[in-house]
């Protein structure tokens, strides 16, 4: 009976021991930050670049993909994403923003797992700042503004700082779901010749008949010969599908 009990308890502080060792390995694998280094400046003009060091540790147990989202706001919230260079101890590369991102603070995650199970596993706060550019390219109308299902127009845009021949111009809403981007579309537009004149330009816009009535978020991308010569103007809730 002695030689039982007695081979309960060193059973039973042998599995303390192992639950603590593994306990341990995985505390150890928990990635951290320690430091986060944006050059030039935190406060980056939508639109442009910056490079960006994060030191910690265990940095090669995250994704290679870094996300960015409004400080303070949930997973829902806007985003957008860095694919940076990593070692165990830094991740290394450039952000890239885009001239329709949010304006304000962002913060930094973190993550691990794969689509569509992200999980956050690291977080700093307030690391960049978007804030707008001097020029930057935007929209002030778009005539019409709205079109029935199953129905083909052209419509005008007209705007500020349009200057550039490759345009791209792009009706659908944004929609983020468990941090996850999905847009509604059902809106083709086509422009309709590549050369802006006087701030604007024309475009065939197709509402297809199966699409859902509401409205859509407006997009033009002009891209230039570089990155900083390249701009994007968003009009929210700018175009509307109507029913017949």
């Given at each position: 009976?002695?030689?039982?009990?007695?081979?309960?308890?060193?059973?039973?502080?042998?599995?303390?021991?192992?639950?603590?060792?593994?306990?341990?390995?995985?505390?150890?694998?928990?990635?951290?930050?320690?430091?986060?280094?944006?050059?030039?400046?935190?406060?980056?003009?939508?639109?442009?670049?910056?490079?960006?060091?994060?030191?910690?540790?265990?940095?090669?147990?995250?994704?290679?993909?870094?996300?960015?989202?409004?400080?303070?706001?949930?997973?829902?919230?806007?985003?957008?994403?860095?694919?940076?260079?990593?070692?165990?101890?830094?991740?290394?590369?450039?952000?890239?923003?885009?001239?329709?991102?949010?304006?304000?603070?962002?913060?930094?995650?973190?993550?691990?797992?794969?689509?569509?199970?992200?999980?956050?596993?690291?977080?700093?706060?307030?690391?960049?700042?978007?804030?707008?550019?001097?020029?930057?390219?935007?929209?002030?109308?778009?005539?019409?503004?709205?079109?029935?299902?199953?129905?083909?127009?052209?419509?005008?845009?007209k705007g500020k700082n349009l200057k550039g021949s490759n345009i791209y111009f792009e009706i659908y809403k944004y929609v983020t779901k468990n941090g996850e981007?999905?847009?509604?579309?059902?809106?083709?537009?086509?422009?309709?010749?590549?050369?802006?004149?006087n701030n604007g330009f024309t475009a065939l816009v197709t509402v297809l008949t199966d699409t859902v009535v509401g409205k859509r978020d407006v997009y033009?991308?002009?891209?230039?010969?570089?990155?900083?010569?390249?701009?994007?103007?968003?009009?929210?809730?700018?175009?509307?599908?109507?029913?017949?």
């Amino acid at each position: 009976m002695k030689i039982k009990i007695l081979t309960k308890r060193i059973l039973g502080i042998f599995m303390i021991v192992l639950f603590t060792a593994v306990s341990s390995v995985y505390a150890a694998d928990k990635p951290t930050i320690d430091k986060v280094v944006i050059k030039p400046s935190k406060n980056i003009k939508r639109g442009s670049q910056a490079e960006i060091t994060i030191s910690g540790t265990n940095l090669d147990q995250v994704n290679q993909g870094v996300v960015f989202r409004k400080h303070g706001a949930g997973k829902n919230a806007d985003y957008f994403s860095a694919y940076l260079y990593q070692t165990p101890t830094t991740l290394t590369g450039t952000i890239s923003t885009s001239g329709c991102a949010d304006t304000g603070s962002y913060d930094l995650f973190l993550q691990t797992g794969s689509y569509p199970d992200y999980v956050d596993a690291a977080k700093k706060a307030n690391v960049i700042n978007l804030r707008k550019g001097s020029k930057e390219a935007e929209i002030i109308s778009i005539k019409p503004n709205k079109l029935p299902k199953g129905v083909t127009k052209k419509v005008k845009v007209k705007g500020k700082n349009l200057k550039g021949s490759n345009i791209y111009f792009e009706i659908y809403k944004y929609v983020t779901k468990n941090g996850e981007h999905t847009s509604i579309g059902g809106v083709d537009a086509q422009v309709i010749t590549q050369t802006i004149s006087n701030n604007g330009f024309t475009a065939l816009v197709t509402v297809l008949t199966d699409t859902v009535v509401g409205k859509r978020d407006v997009y033009i991308w002009i891209y230039g010969d570089n990155y900083e010569d390249s701009k994007c103007a968003k009009k929210k809730n700018g175009f509307g599908v109507i029913k017949k």
